[in-house]
């Protein structure tokens, strides 16, 4: 039997994006991968991030924010930065570590820009869910998609 393969997804907070990558890839993947995720900062846990994926039936609920440093003494495999800022900022990791950028739209600054145009909070919410959508469908592409 192969080792699941360790792969950590990084953003800026660890509130949302990376959030959402590690429950599906628990979700999906947890016979192949071993899911982390972490933020280059702090932040909180996004509860629209929570509401779009228990529709969807994953529950990330119990997942707290977890900073970039408190996988400085794990061996990962892979580190997929899902924002911009994480990908700018993305520390070194020693090893065999492979760095990989799938940056996704970032669904707060999203809704946030709606709610200035006065949208409802459903119109807000399908932000997220786009999003949440993208993210399944790069997840089902693992580990396949970390060769090319």
């Given at each position: 039997?192969?080792?699941?393969?360790?792969?950590?997804?990084?953003?800026?907070?660890?509130?949302?994006?990376?959030?959402?990558?590690?429950g599906w890839a628990r979700h999906l993947k947890d016979d192949v991968i071993e899911a982390y995720s972490a933020g280059v900062e702090n932040g909180s846990l996004n509860q629209n991030a929570v509401k779009v994926?228990?529709?969807?039936?994953?529950?990330?609920?119990?997942?707290?924010?977890?900073?970039?440093?408190?996988?400085?003494?794990?061996?990962?495999?892979?580190?997929?930065t899902v924002c911009g800022n994480a990908h700018e900022t993305c520390p070194f990791f020693p090893g065999n570590c492979k760095v990989?950028?799938?940056?996704?739209?970032?669904?707060?600054?999203?809704?946030?820009?709606?709610?200035?145009?006065?949208a409802s909070e459903e119109e807000?919410?399908?932000?997220?869910?786009?999003?949440?959508?993208e993210i399944k469908r790069f997840i089902e592409t693992l580990p396949e998609a970390l060769n090319k």
């Open positions: 039997m192969s080792k699941k393969l360790k792969v950590l997804f990084l953003c800026t907070r660890n509130s949302c994006r990376s959030q959402m990558a590690e994926m228990a529709e969807a039936g994953v529950n990330i609920s119990g997942h707290k924010p977890k900073h970039i440093d408190e996988f400085k003494d794990v061996e990962l495999d892979v580190v997929i990989l950028h799938v940056g996704f739209d970032d669904p707060p600054k999203m809704a946030k820009e709606l709610a200035e145009q006065d807000q919410l399908e932000c997220y869910r786009k999003v949440r959508d």
